[in-house]
């Protein structure tokens, strides 16, 4: 994709924003009547009165740093071994003990950290705002290598097999060596006119990278040389219009045995054979955000806001959860017996996975949660738009 067709693309989502929330906005410069009625009609789902049936506590809480939720970043933190690794836009990187939220070593950077961190193989990784590529030693904070793509990276890269994949918002993945920082390889992905603010984070498998596309793919790409393995379409694009026509992979896709699970824009979410490529099964329902991946379920949430639970093995629908319309959730994790979705005024709604029942409702911090959470050692650990960061366990 070119930087033309990259403003393009930026611009035309911009302009249509008011479309994607509803088409109030262009008849209330006018102040009439139905225009108040869509207005009315926009608003987030009151929350429903419910009885709390589990509990869950805070373990504890922390700032990142200043976050920036009017760039439309989605920020998430990183577990590895175990430590927790969370940026933010004006807050560089920190490192906190995942059992405590101690806090063990900042790194402080100009950059305007806008993707990731990725963690693993003893490297955190981040992006920023102008391309910039930032590898850290995982256990001090020290400065290992820094590189540059020539797009904005507003997701987390992924680390393995000897390499750093990066995906730029131009569409591309960039592969570095995971020591020195030079450049492997590139590959590009489909340019589409019109798509969902965010973009798939690169997986690491097996040899090779998977991940979604502005097109409603999931591709495999070999982690040695770049070459493209084989594609596989979560979503077609049909309608009248570019919004209409919008697939958007952007959701990381969930890699269980040689399974990959995958959601799209459209609400398309399906399970693809990681070897072959082949689609084993095809759900109507899901969305742009990601998945949430239980014992015998994964857990979407779709362009409306409805909360789904579909079987592993068959796609079949389990349950939904209709209660949170327009009230911006994010994609859904999965702890144990309980999935968790966070929404736009920083609560965090909790569902007992066997027939998605609201147990608990728990509001954090100030700020959307737009990111989806971070299940590791029986805890959620969940990140909004203002930089906090909070781990929560089931009672």
Known sequence: MTVRS???KTSLLVAGMATLVGCSSFKNLFGSSSARADKKAAKPAELVKFTATANFSKV??????????SAGLVQSPAVADGHV????????????????GKQLWAYDSKARISGGP????????VGGLDGEVIALDAAT????WTAKVINEVITAPAIGNGVVVVRSNDGRLTAFDMNTGEK???WSAEPVALSVRGNSAPLMGPGAVFTGTDSGKLVAIGAADGGQGWEATVADPDGRNELQRMVDVDGQPVLEGSVLYATSYKGRTVAVDGPSGQIMWAQEHGGAGGVGLGATALVVSDANDVVWALDKATGAPMWSYPELTRRSVSAPAVLGDYAVVGDYDGYLHWFRMSDGHLVNRIRFG????????????????????GGEIAAFRAN
């Open 141 to 144: 904070g020290a400065e290992k």
């Open 6 to 8: 990259t403003l393009f």
């Open 60 to 69: 504890w809480s922390v700032s990142a740093g200043k976050g920036d939720d």
């Open 118 to 125: 990725g963690a693993g193989q003893g490297l955190v990784v």
């Open 85 to 100: 690794y969370a940026a933010a836009v004006s807050g560089g990187v920190r490192a906190y003990d995942l059992a405590t």
């Open 184 to 186: 492997h390889w590139t």
């Open 366 to 385: 100030s700020g959307p949660i737009r990111s989806q959470p971070v299940v590791a050692d029986g805890m959620v650990i969940v990140q909004n738009s």
